[in-house]
């Protein structure tokens, strides 16, 4: 398995306040990785230092031996990394089609030849609202437009894919659809971080966790032995259960 | 790519609307009535350019008409230093137009909003002191002197129902240029920026230099309205291109609709002629228009034509509901 995007010593300060103190990780070539931490942790800080939102501090991050450190947002995704947001997943005045058409139209098209979703339609078929083709965004249930957020990512023709708490507001059975989803992307190539404090879908989804916590990085392995890793049990439940 | 048969269809009624506008100087209109017509031609072509910034990309300019007063100051220097006449001047102005329009853009990546259009507000005002103290070179405070006519094939397009015609043509080739950008590929980017700039940047689009090209975009259309402004007026001042004209634009395009092909046309059209059919003295008109701009925003937020648009597929609704409610019982559960 070889280093996809590898983040080494990442500091990143606003004024005084360390969000994140020196962290290293790295996301291997076909592997669904979970960032987990409490709030203020840094997940999200780390997500937007590595997406080009924000300059880091110091550190460096390396996609497939290039070092991308600090380049714009847009360029990001042009690279191969495609990133879903909390917040703000779609363009709501525009049709579904229309978002999907945006997405695949600013593609890098010499990115990668053998996507598997390369057209707006399959793309919608693929995650399962291609009856909403003609709807406008904002119109959408949350449900929908969660998925119509991961259609746009996965738009861009990602290697890997960055997801930045995709169950957040999702039902039990949208998220399992979801999980689903996510599941199949490892074997059409495209790697996947999750960033999420939902230790329920982590299980489900991810081999390999990695512990945020203040700024740095506590704990990193297999899911089962993360979870029963003492310091990883005192953030999470403040001590031994 | 254009979707052929859908978008057709957002382009036909305004053809036709200019068509029979073009048929008008048959009836022999007055010389009043053309000439409101034509100032109302010349502003709608800006407009164009406006609803592609502001309807399309969602940036508001407070100073759009300091790049008409760059198309005309263009033109009337163009004549008087080199004799370089209308059909030169038009490309000269877009150009010169867009280059500014260009330079207004560059603050509108560090700042949005509100922000935004008080700077583009101050800019129209900076363009009025630069041309009011040009001196000889602007002609100061009383402004240049247009000396040449349009011809075209060796006749003379100064009469007004010739003008008129000439107007019409433009602002038909405007129509149709808005209408092909805003159903292209480049449209959406755009509609993309104006709903959502954090994931467009991050489906790999550039933001930044797709809000400079509205601009300059944008400043094309101001420019050749400007010049058809100083061909037109034949005399043309710094304060025609303050930020009260401005203000009219902003308000013409927010009133027609910005989204809609058919929203600058109907703006300019209803601005330009209300006063007049109200008669309503330069006073009175300006209460109106504020009155109006607060009606819009209030219950029209995207314009008069969508408004109407929005009422008619209700009222097609409520007629085909009407029958099958009385179908389906109430109580049904």
Same mark, same amino acid.
């Given at each position: 398995?070889?280093?996809?995007?590898? %983040?080494?010593?990442?500091?990143?300060?606003?004024?005084?306040?360390?969000?994140?103190?020196?962290?290293?990780?790295?996301?291997?070539?076909?592997?669904?990785?979970?960032?987990?931490?409490?709030?203020?942790?840094?997940?999200?800080?780390?997500?937007?230092?590595?997406?080009?939102?924000?300059?880091?501090?110091?550190?460096?991050?390396? $996609?497939?031996?290039?070092?991308?450190?600090?380049?714009?947002?847009?360029?990001?995704?042009?690279?191969?990394?495609? *990133?879903?947001?909390?917040?703000?997943?779609?363009?709501?005045?525009?049709?579904?089609? /229309?978002?999907?058409?945006?997405?695949?139209?600013?593609?890098?098209?010499?990115?990668?030849?053998?996507?598997?979703?390369?057209?707006?339609?399959?793309?919608?078929?693929?995650?399962?609202?291609?009856?909403?083709?003609?709807?406008?965004?904002?119109?959408?249930?949350?449900?929908?437009?969660?998925?119509?957020?991961?259609?746009?990512?996965?738009?861009?023709?990602?290697?890997?894919?960055?997801?930045?708490?995709?169950?957040?507001?999702?039902?039990?059975?949208?998220?399992?659809?979801?999980?689903?989803?996510?599941?199949?992307?490892?074997?059409?190539?495209?790697?996947?971080?999750?960033?999420?404090?939902?230790?329920?879908?982590?299980?489900?989804?991810?081999?390999?966790?990695?512990?945020?916590?203040?700024?740095?990085?506590?704990?990193?392995?297999?899911?089962?032995?993360?979870?029963?890793?003492?310091?990883?049990?005192?953030?999470?439940?403040?001590?031994?259960? | 790519?254009?979707?052929?048969?859908?978008?057709?269809?957002?382009?036909?009624?305004?053809?036709?609307?200019?068509?029979?506008?073009?048929?008008?100087?048959?009836?022999?209109?007055?010389?009043?009535?053309?000439?409101?017509?034509?100032?109302?031609?010349?502003?709608?072509?800006?407009?164009?350019?406006?609803?592609?910034?502001?309807?399309?990309?969602?940036?508001?300019?407070?100073?759009?008409?300091?790049?008409?007063?760059?198309?005309? *100051?263009?033109?009337?220097?163009?004549?008087?230093?080199?004799?370089?006449?209308?059909?030169?001047?038009? !490309?000269?102005?877009?150009?010169?137009?867009?280059?500014?329009?260009?330079? %207004?853009?560059?603050?509108?990546?560090?700042?949005?909003?509100?922000?935004?259009?008080?700077?583009?507000?101050?800019?129209?005002?900076?363009?009025?002191?630069?041309?009011?103290?040009?001196?000889? *070179?602007?002609?100061?405070?009383?402004?240049?002197?247009?000396?040449? !006519?349009?011809?075209?094939?060796?006749?003379?397009?100064?009469?007004? !129902?010739?003008?008129?015609?000439?107007?019409?043509?433009?602002?038909?080739?405007?129509?149709?240029?808005? $209408?092909?950008?805003?159903?292209?590929?480049?449209?959406?980017?755009?509609?993309?920026?104006? /709903?959502? /700039?954090?994931?467009?940047?991050?489906?790999? %689009?550039?933001?930044?230099?797709?809000?400079?090209?509205?601009?300059?975009?944008?400043?094309?259309?101001?420019?050749?309205?400007?010049?058809?402004?100083?061909?037109?007026?034949?005399?043309?001042?710094?304060?025609?291109?303050?930020?009260?004209?401005?203000? *009219?634009?902003?308000?013409?395009?927010?009133?027609?609709?910005?989204?809609?092909?058919?929203? !600058?046309?109907?703006?300019?059209?209803?601005?330009?002629?209300?006063?007049?059919?109200?008669?309503?003295?330069?006073?009175?008109?300006?209460?109106?228009?504020?009155?109006?701009?607060?009606?819009?925003?209030?219950?029209?937020?995207?314009?008069?034509?969508?408004?109407?648009?929005?009422?008619?597929?209700?009222?097609?609704?409520?007629?085909?509901?009407?029958?099958?409610?009385?179908?389906?019982?109430?109580?049904?559960?």
């Amino acid at each position: 398995m070889s280093v996809l995007l590898d %983040i080494k010593g990442l500091r990143k300060q606003f004024g005084g306040v360390t969000a994140l103190s020196g962290i290293d990780l790295a996301i291997n070539e076909g592997e669904i990785l979970g960032v987990v931490g409490p709030n203020g942790s840094g997940k999200t800080t780390l997500f937007n230092v590595v997406t080009g939102v924000h300059k880091p501090t110091a550190g460096t991050v390396t $996609w497939k031996g290039k070092d991308i450190t600090g380049i714009p947002a847009n360029q990001i995704s042009r690279n191969g990394i495609g *990133y879903t947001f909390q917040q703000a997943m779609a363009f709501p005045g525009l049709t579904v089609l /229309e978002n999907v058409q945006i997405a695949t139209e600013h593609s890098a098209a010499s990115a990668r030849t053998d996507f598997a979703w390369p057209t707006p339609a399959s793309l919608l078929d693929f995650v399962g609202i291609a009856d909403l083709a003609n709807e406008k965004a904002g119109i959408l249930p949350f449900g929908s437009l969660r998925l119509l957020g991961l259609a746009l990512a996965l738009a861009t023709r990602p290697s890997l894919l960055l997801l930045d708490e995709p169950a957040a507001g999702l039902n039990d059975r949208e998220t399992a659809a979801l999980v689903g989803l996510v599941q199949q992307f490892p074997a059409h190539g495209i790697s996947v971080c999750v960033i999420d404090h939902d230790m329920k879908l982590m299980q489900m989804l991810c081999k390999r966790l990695a512990v945020l916590d203040f700024g740095s990085k506590i704990a990193d392995g297999p899911t089962a032995d993360v979870l029963h890793d003492p310091k990883v049990l005192e953030v999470y439940l403040g001590g031994e259960l | 790519m254009i979707k052929s048969v859908s978008s057709l269809r957002s382009l036909a009624p305004v053809l036709i609307v200019l068509l029979l506008l073009a048929l008008v100087p048959l009836f022999s209109p007055s010389n009043r009535f053309l000439s409101l017509a034509i100032s109302a031609g010349i502003n709608i072509i800006a407009l164009y350019g406006l609803s592609v910034l502001f309807g399309q990309t969602g940036i508001l300019s407070m100073g759009h008409t300091a790049l008409v007063g760059v198309g005309a *100051y263009t033109a009337a220097l163009l004549a008087r230093d080199f004799d370089i006449g209308f059909w030169v001047s038009i !490309p000269v102005a877009g150009i010169m137009a867009a280059i500014v329009a260009a330079i %207004i853009g560059i603050p509108s990546l560090r700042v949005s909003g509100h922000h935004f259009v008080i700077m583009t507000f101050a800019f129209g005002q900076l363009m009025t002191i630069i041309l009011t103290n040009g001196g000889d *070179y602007t002609g100061g405070a009383s402004g240049l002197d247009m000396g040449k !006519p349009v011809t075209m094939f060796g006749a003379d397009l100064d009469a007004l !129902p010739r003008f008129y015609l000439l107007v019409v043509a433009f602002v038909t080739i405007s129509a149709v240029a808005s $209408w092909a950008i805003i159903n292209s590929s480049y449209g959406r980017t755009l509609r993309a920026i104006r /709903e959502n /700039e954090k994931l467009a940047a991050a489906l790999g %689009i550039n933001v930044g230099r797709h809000k400079i090209g509205a601009f300059i975009v944008s400043g094309v259309f101001a420019g050749v309205s400007g010049v058809l402004l100083a061909y037109f007026l034949r005399h043309i001042s710094p304060g025609q291109f303050a930020s009260f004209p401005s203000i *009219y634009l902003a308000l013409m395009v927010m009133i027609g609709g910005a989204r809609l092909l058919l929203g !600058p046309l109907a703006g300019g059209i209803l601005v330009s002629f209300l006063p007049e059919v109200l008669n309503l003295d330069p006073v009175q008109s300006r209460i109106l228009y504020g009155v109006c701009l607060i009606a819009v925003i209030l219950f029209l937020p995207n314009g008069l034509i969508a408004g109407i648009a929005d009422g008619w597929t209700w009222l097609a609704k409520m007629s085909k509901r009407t029958p099958a409610a009385g179908n389906v019982p109430e109580a049904g559960r």
